[in-house]
Structures are given as structure tokens and as C-alpha cells.
């Protein structure tokens, strides 16, 4: 009896458990609930399992919401009191211009070192008015003497004593200051030609331009750095060796072309320049160039019949097109003083000139001669030479000239 009451126990106790406890979880001891980092991922076993072919999926795993960038909307401009909405605000003023002037009258001043030395135009007249509260009665002579051994030239020197004079009282002559900046105000006036003086005006294409000038006066050189500066400046240049008298200024032209990638027409040695000169043209029409340099051979300002074959090659130009040629420049060496001077005359008398290029200004202390020559033909200086390098042929502005010849520095 008692045996089987013990077994009804055990069956009982079974099904107790088997019917009321089957698909519950079991308790975990208290330390197994403290957290605990996962154990590091088997990568041979993911690599397997991925290998290895699953049952095909009924439904995509949902793919997490990519949430869009925002959209950036750039910042507007102020807008200025007044000024419409859409309207965008002036720039600022820039300084570059500024920069570039006053590097331009550094780059001057370096060219015309030795007109502004202790012995030359700007530094003798510095000794004038250095260190005086006021001036001698004699300062107009002292002053003439100064100009006249510059190559300011007599008539110029005239007009300038005459005009300081009108410009100041009596009081003010005796005013070392305003001596000195009534001078440099007649100076710029002198140079200042109906405001028509600096680079060239290419209105026409192409635009034609006769270099004239004696032998020696560096216009092939002058072509070549002019060119270089206008193929800077995005215009398309084409040269024509019109100097056909002498083998070298024409290998000189070549060799300048080759350098800055510009065409160059050319004849045989001794071959007409005038038809140099209309090949080029035409060819430039062809090509759609924007500016014809043309070189010429130097004529003795003295020689009428070379004189004469010069107006020639100038009606050959206008032949190839009309109102050409458009610019005609005088080339003079400024070493030449007074001398340059009778040549620019008489060129002037058979051409119709239209400026001048003063080359070699850095090899004189003469630095009044660009005065002389302004005032004596009235005609435009559109560039200065000061050294050989391309970046040496300066566009001719009157008031950074004069600054850079009579400007005195702070230094000074």
C-alpha cells in the first residue's frame, strides 16, 4: 500500500511539471540579469554562413528611412537703403588700380635713375630748392640754366619760366614749395596733349601702324616689345620686316616672332617695303589679325629722296586698305638731345605722325627732353623705353611721368 502511494506521488509531481511548467522560461540566478558585452563576432563563421545557401525570403527585411539633406539656400547679398531686393550691392573699391600705379612710377622712377640723380635733370633742379625757406632773386636764372642743359630746349624753357611766373605771385616766387609744384603742374600741361597721350586705339581691324624713325633708334626692337604686350593683352599681332635694306632687322623681327608666337611677312633682301608692307596687310585681313606692326628702314632725316619713298610706303598702306595706315609713330633715341629734336621736325613735315615712342631714356640724365620734344611738335608720347626687356617699353601716362621725373620722395 505504501509503494503505491509513493508512485501516485512521483506520477503526479511528473505531470505536474510536464503539463503547467512546459514552455515557461526558467529563472536565471541573480548574476546572470548583470549586462554584459556581446562576445566578439566569429568572421569565419559569418563568411561561412553567408556562403551557404538560405531559404529563399517571402518578405524584404524593411529598409531603414534615409533621411534627405537638407536643402542649403545660399546667403543674400545686403542690400544697400534704396536699392531693390534683387539688386546686388557695388563691389568694393578696388585697390588693385591703385597698386598698379604706383608700381608703374617705381618702375619710373628705377628708368629714369640717372635723370634723377645728384647730376642729372631732376637732381640739379633738387639742389635748387633743397633746404630753402626761401629763394634768391637769381632763381629764375639758376632755373633756366638747369632746364636748358636738360634738353628741355629754349622755347620750351621760355614757356615754362613764363608760366611758373604767371602761375604764383610775388610773394610765392620767393616760396621754394610753390616754385617747385607750379613747375611740375606746367610740366604735366606740356605733356599732356589734348589728353590724347598713352597706349594705342585700335579701332580699326586690323589696325595699321607705320614705325618711322632714324637709323639706330631701336624701332625693330620697339615692334618686337610693343607686340609682345598686345599678344598679352589677348590682341593677335602681325609683323612686317619692311626694313628690307638691311638683312639683320629683318632676321631681328623673325627671331622676336618666333619668340612671342607672332607671324612675320617678309620680302627678299633689297625687295620694295611698300609691297612688304601690302602682303602684310592683306595677309592680316586673311587671318583676322587685330593690330600690323610694320617696320621701315631708318631714314636720315636729311635725305629727301628717302624721305619721299617713306610717304610712298604710306599711300602703298592705304592702297591695301583704306585709312591705313592708322597710327604712324615716331621712334627717337632720347640720347640724341636737341639733335632727336630736328629729326622729330622734319619727319613731321612729310608724315602725318600721330605720336611718338622715346626709346633708351634710361641711358640719359637729359631726362627734359621728353618736355622739349611734347611742346615743339605737339604731339603725343604713347611710350617711353627704360631697359631692354619687353616689360621695359612703358605706356606714356603725363602725370605718372612727371611724378616719377620731378615727384620728390619722402626720403628726399
Known amino acids: 500500500m505504501i509503494y503505491a502511494l509513493l508512485a501516485l506521488t512521483v506520477v503526479a509531481v511528473a505531470a505536474y511539471f510536464l503539463f503547467f511548467k512546459k514552455g515557461q522560461p526558467a529563472e536565471l540566478p541573480p548574476s546572470a540579469t548583470k549586462s554584459h558585452p556581446p562576445p566578439p563576432p566569429n568572421r569565419a563563421a559569418s563568411a561561412r554562413r553567408a556562403a551557404e545557401p538560405g531559404p529563399t525570403a517571402t518578405h524584404a527585411a524593411p529598409t531603414p528611412a534615409i533621411k534627405p539633406a537638407p536643402e542649403v539656400t545660399p546667403a543674400s547679398p545686403e542690400v544697400a537703403p534704396g536699392a531693390s531686393p534683387g539688386t546686388r550691392p557695388p563691389p568694393p573699391p578696388s585697390t588693385r588700380a591703385v597698386g ?4 608703374d612710377i617705381e618702375g619710373l622712377r628705377k628708368g629714369l635713375s640717372k635723370a634723377r640723380a ?15 625757406k626761401e629763394l634768391s632773386a637769381d632763381i629764375a636764372g639758376e632755373l633756366e640754366e638747369v632746364l636748358l642743359s636738360s634738353d628741355v630746349g629754349t622755347e620750351t624753357t621760355a614757356l615754362l619760366l613764363a608760366r611758373v611766373k604767371d602761375a604764383l605771385s610775388q610773394g610765392d ?6 616754385v617747385w609744384d607750379a613747375l611740375r603742374a606746367e610740366a604735366e600741361r606740356i605733356v599732356s596733349i589734348d589728353g590724347s597721350a598713352g597706349p594705342l586705339e585700335l579701332r580699326n581691324k586690323p589696325t595699321v601702324v ?10 625693330t626692337t620697339t615692334i618686337g616689345k610693343l607686340a609682345t604686350k598686345l599678344q598679352a593683352s589677348g590682341k593677335k599681332c602681325l609683323l612686317a620686316a619692311g626694313d628690307t635694306f638691311r638683312a639683320a632687322a629683318v632676321q631681328q623681327l623673325v627671331v622676336w616672332g618666333d619668340r612671342i608666337g607672332c607671324e612675320v611677312v617678309r620680302g627678299k633682301d633689297g625687295a620694295d ?12 585681313e586673311t587671318l583676322g589679325v587685330d593690330v600690323v606692326l610694320a617696320d621701315t628702314a631708318g631714314r636720315l632725316h636729311t635725305k629727301s629722296n628717302l624721305m619721299a619713298e617713306m610717304k610712298k610706303i604710306a599711300k602703298t598702306a592705304e592702297k591695301a586698305l583704306a585709312g591705313a595706315p592708322h597710327e604712324i609713330l615716331l621712334v627717337i633715341d632720347a640720347t640724341n638731345g636737341q639733335n632727336a629734336l630736328a629729326q622729330a621736325k622734319e619727319f613731321q613735315e612729310a608724315l602725318p605722325l600721330t605720336g611718338i615712342v622715346l626709346t633708351k631714356l634710361d641711358g640719359t640724365a637729359k631726362g ?27 605706356e606714356f601716362a603725363p602725370a605718372d611721368f612727371v611724378e616719377a621725373l620731378l615727384g620728390r620722395e619722402a626720403a628726399e
Open 100 to 103: 598698379r600705379a604706383h608700381r
Open 118 to 132: 645728384s647730376e642729372g635733370f631732376f637732381g640739379r633742379l633738387r639742389a635748387l630748392f633743397s633746404g630753402k
Open 173 to 178: 616766387l620767393a616760396d621754394p614749395e610753390k
Open 210 to 219: 607705320l614705325l618711322v624713325g632714324v637709323n639706330g633708334a631701336g624701332k
Open 273 to 284: 617695303p611698300g609691297s612688304v608692307v601690302f602682303d602684310a596687310i592683306k595677309r592680316a
Open 368 to 394: 627734359g627732353v621728353v618736355l622739349g620734344i611734347a611742346n615743339a611738335l605737339r604731339l603725343p608720347v604713347r611710350f617711353v623705353g627704360l631697359g631692354e626687356r619687353p616689360d621695359d617699353l612703358h
